[in-house]
């Protein structure tokens, strides 16, 4: 009989993040009959006194450096999830999320919708709040200043209305529309709160993407709030399968490892909207690549559907969207195999195929651009554990 895993999972359940991860970890921990969960949940065994309680491993959402001596001093394999402190520290592992491709992604977005004047809503000396300001900024033109920045204390943000300062620099904005990302959905919200009291028409004059996707958020919005997912549910399983490994095969190993996963797609809601392309056409298309995730399209079926000259809707799809109509396709076509990659135990091969590619070589080639890695290598990094390997 195997022996029982006592796991702590040391992380409250206030945010979506911290839940979602959760979610995550008893999943797992449901595919292994020998892992036992403690914490100071009730979905959780009780765990009372952690320096008297004889636990195989931990779990945690480690924000503070002191918190990270406290835990590394028991002696036992950890896996952080919050990424908030450096892993100068034997037995320490952590996953977390791409925080800088999640800025990125959300400034992406906001291009490809002809936006030109942009806006980062933060919290101050918060590692993961800067990464996305980081990854926003970058993803801007290289002609652009980079985006206007509000940031504030952690503290600030606890209010559940926002306060004057927020008012006057939404008041001094740019006469264009703004594009605004803010670092999570409770800060959106404050956003969209201080501009309706303002008399700010969202999205026409400002429009705003928040993070995490906390649904009850979003949708008590006025309008809703549109938002990138962070994909916590693959953290958590992530997390629980590298513990798993840490206790049972890599007992002895000392290890200084960090994992991230990329977000998930942005959820679009009323706070966004397309109409601030500059070419309606542009839209459509670009609609239209995405409903068919690029599988068996050309640029000729592109141009049908949008029953517009070829030239003039080429020359403002690459201005609008940074990228030709054919490397849009191409695009859509590479996230559809990344998902299947995660997600899935098919064949290399066949992925290629289906992600509407009619050679693996091509495949091959257009997935290496696009990602800077193999379709193999992807897969070894980012897929559940529960997965074999090839």
């Not at 933060?122 to 996305?132: A, D, H, N, P």
């Not at 840490?246 to 679009?268: D, G, W």
């Amino acid at each position: 009989m195997k022996k029982r895993l006592k796991i702590g999972v040391l992380m409250t359940l206030n945010t979506t993040y911290k839940h979602d991860i959760v979610r995550g970890i008893i999943q797992f921990a449901k595919q292994h009959d020998q892992w036992a969960l403690y914490g100071q949940n009730r979905v959780l065994h009780n765990l009372t006194d952690l320096k008297k309680w004889k636990g195989d491993g931990i779990i945690a959402h480690i924000s503070t450096k002191k918190e990270a001596d406290k835990l590394i001093s028991l002696g036992l394999p950890i896996v952080d999830v919050c990424g908030s402190v450096p892993i100068d520290y034997d037995r320490l592992i952590q996953y977390t999320n791409d925080d800088f491709l999640t800025g990125s992604n959300v400034a992406k977005h906001f291009l490809r919708e002809g936006f030109t004047e942009f806006a980062f809503v933060g919290v101050k000396q918060r590692l993961w709040s800067i990464k996305r300001k980081n990854g926003f900024a970058s993803a801007l033109p290289a002609s652009h200043p980079g985006p206007l920045l509000f940031e504030r204390p952690q503290d600030y943000w606890k209010t559940n209305e926002p306060q004057k300062d927020l008012f006057q620099w939404l008041k001094k904005r740019p006469l264009s529309s703004l594009a605004v990302m803010a670092a999570d959905d409770r800060i959106g919200a404050q956003v969209i709160d201080a501009c309706n009291m303002a008399n700010i028409h969202i999205p026409s004059e400002v429009s705003v993407i928040g993070t995490n996707n906390n649904v009850v958020i979003c949708e008590f919005c006025n309008p809703p709030l549109s938002s990138i997912p962070l994909n916590c549910l693959q953290i958590g399983l992530q997390a629980a399968a590298s513990l798993h490994e840490l206790m049972t095969v890599r007992k002895k190993e000392t290890v200084h490892e960090s994992e991230t996963l990329p977000p998930l797609p942005i959820v679009s809601r009323g706070s966004v909207s397309y109409e601030n392309a500059n070419n309606l056409a542009v839209r459509d298309a670009m609609n239209f690549i995405r409903q068919s995730k690029g599988i068996a399209l050309t640029v000729s079926d592109v141009l049908k559907h949008c029953n517009v000259g070829r030239r003039t809707l080429e020359i403002n799809f690459k201005k609008i969207c940074g990228q030709s109509i054919y490397e849009e396709i191409c695009q859509q076509k590479i996230q559809r195999a990344c998902v299947l990659l995660q997600r899935s135990n098919i064949n290399i091969t066949e992925i290629a195929f289906d992600s509407g590619f009619n050679s693996y070589q091509r495949f091959h080639s257009f997935f290496r651009k696009y990602m800077n890695t193999t379709p193999k290598q992807y897969r070894q990094k980012y897929r559940l554990n529960i997965y074999t390997t090839e």
